[in-house]
C-alpha cells in the first residue's frame, strides 16, 4: 500500500465528523435509491437493468460503428466532433476553440471527464477563466479540491466550511444559512452565465442515431451552460455511446432512481446541434469531444471491458462499506468506490495504487445496485490475480508465500498440526507492527481454551 | 495518422472488428401502457404537487388566462411565442410580454422578468414532466431564467410517460437541437444533503392544464 493512501485512509477514519457526515449522506442516498427501486414503485426494475445491461454490452462491442454513426449524425446536425488521445488534447481543442471566438470566461456544468483531464487547470495557465457551475463543484473549486463522490461532490464539507469559504473568496458575510449561500453562489453564477462566451458540458450519454448528447441534472446549471453562451462544448469519453433515442426510455428510468432516488433528474437535456434557424436563443455553435484517454487499452481486455459500462450513478459508492468509512479523497483518482478501484489501475496501471484492488471486502453490495450489471466484485479479483503475478514477477510477497509453503507442509501432517495449534493457543495476543492497525479498528476473538479436535477426541473416548 | 483514425483503429483492434456492420442491437425496450386521459391528468396534478411545484387542471381557455392573471398580478412576465398562449389571450395581460424575436432583447427580460410563461409541447404523467422542444415558438431561457416558471399545456398533451414520448419521436432531433425534461423546480442538496429550491433554474414551477 502506498504511504498515501495509508495516510488518506488514517485521516478519514480519525475524524468523527467525516465519518458522520460519509454515513449520512451516503445512507440517504440508499434509502431514497430503495424506495424508488422497490416491487410496488418499479416492478421492471430487474428487466430494466437487463435490457440496459445488454444495450451497453452491444454498444461497446460495436463501438468503432456506433462512433462513427454519432459522429456522422452530428455533423448532418451542423454540430463539429474533435477526436482526443489525452487530456493534453482536449484542452487544446477548447482552446483552439475559445481562441477562434475571441472567448475569455467559460461556465462548466459538472462533467467526471473533465476532472479526469484537470481542464479548469489546464485553461486557467493559458489566461481564460473556467467557472464550475454546479453548486457543490463551485464550492470544491473555490477551495481548490476534487470530488469527493460522483454524484454528491461537496458532501464532505459542512456549512461552516461553505461560509468560511465564501467569505474568504467572495467576500460577503459569514453566513451558515444553507438557503443563504445557495442564493449568494446563484447571483455569483448568474452573472457568469450572462456574460460567458463558451459553456462546457459533459454528458451522460451520446446518442448515435440522433448525434445527441444527454445530460441529467437538478440545478439548471446545465441548462444554462448549454443554452445561453453562443458556444456549447460537450466532453465525453468514448464509452458514453448508446444506440438509439428511444434507449433513453431505459437508461433514463435507471439513471436517476439509483444515482439520487428521483424517478427523473428536474433536467434531463437532450442536444443535438446549434440552433435552428428562427429560434430565439440558444448556442450558435456545437461541438462535442471525444476522449480516449485510456479507454481503448481497456477494450482490448474482453474479460474487464464492462468496465466501461457505467453510467456514473454513483450507487456503488454509497453501497460499499469500504467507501462509507475510507470516503473519496483516499482514492488515489477522481472516481472513488467501487467502480474507482476497477477503473483507476486499469487506467493509469496496476503501480499506480497495488492497494486499490484489495479495498474491498468483496461483498457484492455493488454489484447487486449497478443499474447496468457490471460485475464488479469479479474485476476486483481479476485485478487482485494481476497483482499477485506482477508481484511474483518482482520476486516480492515472499513471506506470504513461505506461510502458506509452512500451512501446506502443516495441513498433511495432523500430529505435527495440532501441537503447533495447542502451543499457539498459549500466546499472548499483542498486536504488533502492521497488525497495530488492524487491531485499532477490530477485536481479535480469544482462541477457545481447546480445539474441536480435542474436544471431539474427549467426546469419542466417553 | 489523426486521432480520429488512430482511436477508431484501435478501438477495432481491441476489439477484433473489421469495421463490418454490427449484429442488431437488442430491440429498444418500450412498453405504452394504455392510460385514459382522467388518469394522466390525475397522476400529472399528483405528481407535480409531490415535487413541490403547483397545478391545476382548468375546462377553458379563459379560465387559464384567468388564472395566470391571479399569479402574476401583474408583476412583470416573459411569455413564449407558443399559438396557445396567444389563444387564451394570456399574452396580452398586464405586464407581460411576448413575441420577442431579438436575442438580446429576450436575454435581457428574461433575466430581469419576476415569471417566464411558456407552453410544454408534452407532459409525461408519470412523472409530472413537461417535455419542452427548443424552436421559434419556445425559446430556452423563458422557462430558465426568472424565479417563476408557468407553464400552459392543453390536455391533449399528456403522455403516460417516456415510452409513449420516444413512440411519438423516435428522433427528436428531426425535429428540434434542444429537448428538455424539466421535473419540479430546480433544487440541490450539495451543501450537507439540505434541499434547497431555485439554485439556478426557477424555484417555483406552476403546471396550467387545460382542457376537457
Known sequence: MSARFDQKISETLADPRLQLAIYTATGRL???????????????????RTQASAIKRHTIENLDWYLEEFERNVIAHGGHVHWCRTATDVA?????????????????????????????????HHGLESVETDLGEYILQLMHQTPYHI???????????????????????????????????????????????????????????????????????????????????????????????QDLA?????????????????????????????????????????????????????????SLHCIRCGACLNHCPVYRKIGGHSFPWVYSGPIGAIITPQFHGLDSEPALPFASTLCGACAEVCPVKID???????????????????????LERAAFRAFAYLAVRPKLWSRVLAFGRRLPVWPLGPAGAWFSERELPVPAARSFRELWKERQGR | MNHREAILADVRRGLGRNGEPPPSPPAARIVRPQVPRAARVESML??????????????????????????????????????VLR??????????????????????????????ISSADYALSDTGSLVMLASPAEARLISLLPPVHIAVVPVDRLLSGLDELFTLLPLPAEQTSSMVFITGPSRTADIEQILVRGVHGPGEVHVVIVGE
Open chain 2, 46 to 83: 399528483q405528481k407535480v404537487i409531490a415535487l413541490a411545484g403547483t397545478a391545476v387542471h382548468l375546462r377553458t381557455g379563459e379560465e387559464a388566462r384567468r388564472f395566470v392573471a391571479a399569479l402574476t398580478g401583474g408583476q412583470s412576465a416573459i411569455a413564449s411565442n407558443a399559438l
Open chain 1, 376 to 398: 464488479i466484485p469479479k474485476i476486483l479479483l481479476e485485478l487482485r490475480a494481476e497483482v499477485r503475478d506482477v508481484e511474483k514477477q518482482n520476486a516480492d510477497g515472499q
Open chain 2, 87 to 116: 389563444e387564451y389571450g394570456i399574452t396580452t395581460l398586464p405586464g407581460v410580454r411576448s413575441g420577442v424575436t431579438e436575442e438580446a432583447e429576450l436575454r435581457g427580460l428574461c433575466a430581469t422578468a419576476s415569471f417566464g
Open chain 1, 151 to 245: 454524484v454528491a461532490p461537496a458532501l464532505h464539507l459542512t456549512r461552516q466550511d461553505v461560509a468560511k469559504v465564501f467569505e474568504d473568496s467572495l467576500g460577503v458575510p459569514h453566513d451558515i444559512v444553507i438557503e443563504n449561500q445557495t442564493l449568494t453562489a446563484r447571483g455569483v453564477l448568474r452573472e457568469k452565465f450572462l456574460n460567458a462566451d463558451i459553456g462546457i458540458s459533459g454528458a451522460n450519454f451520446l446518442i448515435a442515431d440522433s448525434g445527441a448528447v444527454t445530460i441529467v441534472e437538478n440545478e439548471g446549471n446545465a441548462r444554462l451552460s448549454t443554452s445561453a453562451p453562443q458556444v456549447h462544448i460537450a466532453i465525453a469519453g468514448i464509452e458514453k455511446l448508446i444506440p438509439r433515442a
Open chain 1, 92 to 124: 487544446d481543442v477548447v482552446l483552439g476553440i475559445a481562441k477562434q471566438r475571441g472567448a475569455r470566461l467559460i461556465v462548466k456544468s459538472k462533467s467526471m471527464t473533465t476532472e479526469e483531464v484537470d481542464l479548469n487547470e489546464r485553461l486557467s
Open chain 1, 30 to 48: 440508499m434509502s431514497h435509491r430503495k424506495a424508488v427501486v422497490s416491487e410496488d414503485a418499479l416492478p421492471e426494475y430487474q428487466e430494466l
Open chain 1, 250 to 306: 431505459t437508461f433514463l428510468k435507471l439513471l436517476a432512481r439509483s444515482a439520487t432516488g428521483q424517478p427523473l433528474s428536474v433536467y434531463t437535456s437532450f442536444l443535438s446541434g446549434p440552433r435552428k434557424p428562427g429560434e430565439v436563443d440558444g448556442p450558435t455553435e456545437f461541438h462535442v469531444v471525444l476522449l480516449d484517454g485510456g479507454r481503448t487499452k481497456l477494450l482490448a481486455d474482453a474479460e474487464k471491458r464492462e
